[in-house]
C-alpha cells in the first residue's frame, strides 16, 4: 500500500482531465484516473503506470447512478478514501435554444451537474470521517457569461458553482475544502471541434492573446488540492487569459 495521499480525478482519459492527473502525479500524490470505457482505462493505466505502478485507472460513468455507486465503492475497496477529489469529467451537447431539445438539455445536466452530486454523494462521508481532504469542481467560464448555443452547459455549470457554495458551508468544519476552477477558453478535444472562424474570434477576445493550455487549469487545482489553499473554500477561481474579469 502507498502511504502517498490518494487523490481521484475524473475523466482523466484524454485533455484537461490528463493533464490534472499529470500534475498530481508530479505533485507526490498517488492517482487514480477515470475513463468511461474498459479500453480507455486499459491506456489511461498504461499512461499513469509510466510515473509509477500505484497509480492505477478505472471505468467511471457519471451519468449513470448505479454504475458511480458501485465504482466509488470499488474506488475505496481497492485503494481507499481519497483526499483530493477532482470532478473534471464533462461533456457539452451545443446548440442554439431554438433547436435544443430535451435529450441534450438532460444529457449535459446529468453528467455535468448531477454527475458530480453523485461523485460527492458517494465520497463525502467517507472524506468527513477521514477529517481532511479537497474537492475540486471544473466549472467554465461559461457558467459566468453564458453563451449563445450553449443553454444546457452554461445552467450546469452556474449549478456546479452554487452546488460548490453550498456543500462547502456544510463541510468545511471537519476541514474539507470544496472550490472551483472555471477555465477559458482550453485546447482539447472539445474545444477542436469548434470551427476556424468560431476559434478565431473567441481568441480577438482574450486579453493573454492565447489559448489556454491544459497546464495552465492543471496548475490551478494544484494550488487548491495543497497544503497552501486550506483556508480557501467555496470560491471559483477563473483561469481564462482574462477573457472575462468578473
Ligand atoms: P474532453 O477532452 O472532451 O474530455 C472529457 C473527459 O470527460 C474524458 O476523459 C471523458 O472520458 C470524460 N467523460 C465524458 N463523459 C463522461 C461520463 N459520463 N462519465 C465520466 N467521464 C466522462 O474535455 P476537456 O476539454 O478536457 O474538459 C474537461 C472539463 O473542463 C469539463 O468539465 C469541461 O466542461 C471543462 N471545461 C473545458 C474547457 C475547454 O476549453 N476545453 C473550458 C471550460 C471548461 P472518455 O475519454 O472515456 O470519453
Not at 495521499?5 to 482531465?17: E, N, Q, W
Not at 457539452?92 to 445536466?109: A, G, P, Q, S
Not at 474539507?176 to 482550453?186: S, W
Amino acid at each position: 500500500m502507498s502511504d502517498k495521499k490518494l487523490a481521484l480525478v475524473t475523466g482523466a482519459s484524454r485533455g484537461i482531465g490528463f493533464a490534472i492527473a499529470q500534475r498530481l502525479i508530479a505533485d507526490g500524490y498517488r492517482v487514480i484516473g477515470t475513463a468511461t470505457s474498459e479500453s480507455g482505462v486499459d491506456k489511461l493505466r498504461a499512461s499513469l503506470q509510466e510515473s509509477g505502478l500505484e497509480h492505477d485507472a478505472l471505468v467511471l460513468n457519471i451519468g449513470d447512478s448505479e454504475q458511480t455507486t458501485e465504482a466509488l465503492a470499488k474506488l475505496q475497496s481497492d485503494f481507499g478514501v481519497p483526499f483530493v477529489v477532482v470532478n473534471n469529467a464533462g461533456i457539452t451537447r451545443d446548440n442554439l435554444f431554438l433547436r435544443l431539445n430535451e435529450d441534450d438539455w438532460n444529457n449535459v445536466i446529468n453528467t455535468n451537474l448531477t454527475g458530480v452530486f453523485r461523485v460527492c454523494k458517494a465520497l463525502s462521508k467517507p472524506m468527513l470521517k477521514q477529517k481532511a481532504g479537497s474537492i475540486i469542481n471544473i466549472s467554465s467560464i461559461i457558467g459566468t457569461t453564458g453563451n449563445a448555443g450553449q443553454a444546457n452547459y452554461a445552467a450546469a455549470k452556474a449549478g456546479l458553482e452554487g452546488f460548490t457554495r453550498s456543500l462547502a458551508q456544510e463541510i468545511a468544519s471537519r476541514n474539507i475544502t470544496v472550490n472551483c476552477v472555471a477555465p477559458g477558453f482550453i485546447q482539447t478535444d472539445m474545444t477542436d471541434v469548434l470551427p476556424e472562424t468560431q476559434k478565431e474570434a473567441i481568441l480577438a477576445t482574450i486579453p493573454g492573446k492565447r489559448f489556454g493550455h491544459v497546464e495552465d487549469i492543471a496548475g490551478a487545482v494544484a494550488f487548491l488540492a495543497g497544503e497552501d489553499a486550506r483556508y480557501i473554500t467555496g470560491q471559483t477561481i477563473h483561469v481564462n487569459g482574462g477573457m472575462n474579469m468578473g
